[in-house]
């Protein structure tokens, strides 16, 4: 099994991307959409080996091929999202939101405020989680 440093580093940004957006890539063909898509998940296996600091993000994404036809030279996409992306709307309308705190200028000897009555949409919460994740190891 190859190692994660062997795989092409827009292979990685693809699962930090696709873990906070939908990200849609224009294949050529059904074959080569299969193709990326594989070593989208040879790279996941990787990562799980050598436990990587992006593993997490990668794991929550799921990865599927659409297609307008069932023909081999048809419009082929490559469909990158969060595995619960599905259902946040859902979620949203149900009125289940996630509440953080705001923490601003608060000086020493004051006290901590509560938590804000402001809802944020799990998109933001997931932003923030790719954004709390180690820089990547390889160069840019």
């Known amino acids: 099994m190859p190692?994660?440093?062997?795989?092409?580093?827009?292979?990685?940004?693809?699962?930090?991307?696709?873990?906070?957006?939908?990200?849609?890539?224009?294949?050529?063909?059904?074959?080569?959409?299969?193709?990326?898509?594989?070593?989208?998940?040879?790279?996941?296996?990787?990562?799980?080996?050598?436990?990587?600091?992006?593993?997490?993000?990668?794991?929550?994404?799921?990865?599927?091929?659409?297609?307008?036809?069932?023909?081999?030279?048809?419009?082929?996409?490559?469909?990158?999202?969060?595995?619960d992306n599905n259902y946040l709307k859902s979620l949203r309308e149900a009125g289940i939101t996630i509440v953080t705190p705001k923490f601003t200028n608060i000086k020493e000897g004051e006290p901590i405020p509560q938590a804000s009555k402001e809802p944020s949409s799990a998109e933001d919460a997931l932003a923030r989680m790719v954004a709390n994740t180690k820089p990547p190891t390889f160069a840019e």
Do not use: Y
Request: overall charge neutral; charged content about 25%.
């Open 3 to 83: 190692k994660v440093n062997s795989f092409a580093p827009e292979l990685i940004e693809f699962f930090r991307q696709a873990s906070v957006q939908i990200i849609r890539v224009p294949m050529q063909t059904v074959a080569v959409a299969t193709a990326l898509r594989s070593r989208l998940h040879k790279l996941r296996v990787a990562m799980r080996k050598e436990n990587h600091h992006d593993l997490p993000l990668a794991e929550g994404v799921q990865v599927r091929i659409v297609t307008d036809k069932a023909e081999e030279d048809c419009d082929v996409t490559l469909i990158g999202e969060h595995a």
